[in-house]
């Protein structure tokens, strides 16, 4: 019987020179950079008795007269989730056909649209939301207005680069047929960008779900204040059940969305 061995599906049987280097150097930056972030495999490991302990005071009964108060906030954080996803879907469409490189109708058009949809993304949802608390004042409207803003420039990056990637015999049989400008990118692009278009929502809704649940730290509405406030005063009877509600958000709204987008597909 011969016997074999374990080899890389190269002529020779070695790994190829040029992946090997660069996986090389990448290790290599990754070790060096380690420290300057204060990395330190010791220091997660001795960790893990304070995780342990702070996880053990979590086990407490949940501030009864706190639930409904956290119906409420729970509830206007799923509204901003929401609406601020809906204003974002409208928006993002008509930019994501003009940030695609096959579909925008100029090239200066694609380069104007590729760099504002990434300008609107450059900043975090909560540093949008400072600078909308101080336009609008507190509440939940500089919230949806922060998760609007940054997800316009997430969401026409992701149908750009959905109708970047459709199959170019589709549009040119549309285009054969005498369509239009308009007609040849309802018909021929979006019918097969679309399961993607829904990925790109669903994906960008859950996001936002717990990008919003944090607002609240800058008055911008939601669960977020009464989140960090629980942990700054270590309130583990509310804390718990903040974190039991989000959690149990999330998973529903992730299972929706399963069944959602394979009926649409």
């Not at 509440?139 to 970047?164: H, N, Q, Y």
């Not at 019918?191 to 960008?204: K, R, T």
């Not at 974190?243 to 149990?248: C, E, K, P, R």
Request: hydrophobic share 55%.
């Amino acid at each position: 019987m011969s016997s074999s061995r374990l080899c890389w599906p190269t002529p020779n049987g070695l790994p190829a020179l040029g992946p090997t280097a660069v996986l090389a150097v990448c290790v290599t930056l990754l070790l060096i950079s380690a420290s300057s972030v204060e990395f330190d495999l010791v220091r997660l490991i001795t960790a893990v008795p304070r995780i342990i302990d702070f996880s053990s005071n979590l086990m407490v009964m949940p501030d009864m007269e706190y639930l409904p108060t956290l119906g409420v906030n729970m509830l206007q954080t799923i509204e901003m989730t929401f609406l601020a996803t809906s204003i974002a879907l409208v928006i993002s469409l008509p930019l994501g056909v003009m940030a695609a490189a096959n579909a925008s109708p100029h090239p200066a058009v694609f380069h104007a649209t590729r760099n504002l949809l990434t300008l609107m993304r450059a900043l975090p949802e909560l540093v949008w939301a400072l600078v909308f608390v101080s336009a609008v004042g507190l509440g939940p409207l500089p919230g949806v207005m922060a998760l609007s803003f940054v997800t316009v420039g997430f969401m026409g990056k992701f149908f750009a680069e959905s109708i970047e990637v459709v199959d170019a015999r589709q549009i040119e049989g549309v285009a054969a047929h005498g369509a239009s400008w308009l007609q040849l990118r309802t018909f021929g692009i979006f019918p097969q960008a679309f399961p993607d278009f829904v990925g790109a929502v669903m994906y960008i809704l859950d996001h936002n779900l717990r990008a919003a649940a944090i607002l609240g730290l800058v008055g911008a509405g939601g669960i977020g204040y009464d989140l960090v406030m629980s942990m700054r005063m270590f309130d583990y009877n509310r804390l718990l059940p903040i974190a039991l509600s989000i959690y149990v958000v999330v998973t529903v709204l992730d299972r929706l969305s399963d069944k959602f987008r394979r009926r649409l597909i």
